[in-house]
């Protein structure tokens, strides 16, 4: 039997609530430097040439560090620095998030 269901546009609804909180999640990260904000198709390199840390030799990954919270998915080092893709200032990785948004941390 075929059964036939009224769209109520739910599934939209639905979506686009989705992609409103993960537009919030990205918003609530940013420069400390130049307040830029990343967005997920932003990608850094697991390269440790000129990074405040401790000399380590990268593997060559490429990411987006905030998903990861600033693991390498490589080689699972953990950034402790994070440089602006904008205006290549480094930063503690943790304060890239804004303190007010507990889904950040």
Sequence with gaps: M???FKDTGLSDRIIAD?????GERWNAIRCPHCGWHPTP???WSCNADHAPEPFFHGCGTVWNTFDTKG???GC?????WTSCLSCGKW???VDWYDESNDDAD
């Design 76 to 80: 699972q080092h953990q950034w402790q």
């Design 71 to 73: 693991r390498c998915p």
């Design 18 to 22: 989705a992609l409103r909180d993960e």
């Design 2 to 4: 075929l059964h036939c």
């Design 91 to 93: 930063s503690p990785h």
């Design 41 to 43: 198709s932003s990608r």
